[in-house]
Nanobody
Framework: QVQPVESGGGLVQAGGSLRLSCAASGRSFSNYAMGWFRQAPGKEREFVAAISRSGGTYYTDSVKGRFTISRDYAKNTVYLQMNSLKPEDTAVYYC????????????WGQGTQVTVSS
């Protein structure tokens, strides 16, 4: 299995940008789809974005046009570039690996906090 470690969160004003990183351990990084999820206070964890084994990307409607997911096979790292941030993007962000997009594993990291102020 792949064990992700998230980083890159912080405090930013509305309209600003952040880039999150997910370092994924394991020998077969290219065999996994990767996804970003987030959990806001009082809410369940929700899907944000995913990238397939072949590079296809998927986004939840609320972030389309603002967020971009990408992966670097040489570094075993997945990124989430977040532009035009809104206060409703405030959450702890997590990444995870799966055999395919939508089939996720059981290992979650500590997450990275993103706070967007108005």
């Amino acid at each position: 299995q792949v064990q992700p470690v998230e980083s890159g969160g912080g405090l930013v004003q509305a309209g600003g940008s952040l880039r999150l990183s997910c370092a994924a351990s394991g020998r077969s990084f290219s065999n996994y789809a990767m996804g970003w999820f987030r959990q806001a206070p009082g809410k369940e964890r929700e899907f944000v974005a995913a990238i397939s084994r072949s590079g296809g990307t998927y986004y939840t409607d609320s972030v389309k046009g603002r967020f971009t997911i990408s992966r670097d096979y040489a570094k075993n790292t997945v990124y989430l570039q977040m532009n035009s941030l809104k206060p409703e993007d405030t959450a702890v962000y997590y990444c995870n690996a799966g055999s395919r997009v939508g089939v996720w594993g059981d290992y979650w990291g500590q997450g990275t906090q993103v706070t967007v102020s108005s």
